[in-house]
């Protein structure tokens, strides 16, 4: 059974800085693609970032310029210059063959 283990959500000023992890129990070279979604209260869930097993990037216009999406041995999501807009739960996503694997989420509150 694979698990994703997200961390590194939490209250932020607005123009702050936070960094995601995701953790999967399995190795990061058997991950086919990889993706950050997140889903605002009342809002349906959407793609923040994803990166292919051969490195390729997409990233939503509201996040370009301000998020990265990266990977080593876990998933990671840098998210600068942080709005109001960006407050949710934030999902990690991978991709193992033709199964999608979900963590649990982590709260990102942005607010003064």
């Known amino acids: 059974q694979v698990q994703l283990v997200e961390s590194g959500g939490g209250l932020v000023q607005p123009g702050g800085s936070l960094r995601l992890s995701c953790a999967a129990s399995?190795?990061?070279?058997?991950?086919?693609?990889m993706g950050w979604y997140r889903q605002a209260p009342g809002k349906q869930r959407e793609l923040v970032a994803a990166i292919t097993r051969g490195g390729g990037l997409n990233y939503a216009d509201s996040v370009k310029g301000r998020f990265t999406i990266s990977r080593d041995n876990a998933i990671y999501l840098q998210m600068n210059s942080l709005k109001p807009e960006d407050t949710a739960v934030y999902y990690c996503?991978?991709?193992?063959?033709?199964?999608?694997?979900w963590g649990q989420g982590t709260q990102v509150t942005v607010s003064s």
């Open positions: 399995v190795s990061i070279f058997s991950i086919d693609g």
């Open positions: 996503k991978i991709r193992v063959g033709l199964l999608d694997y």
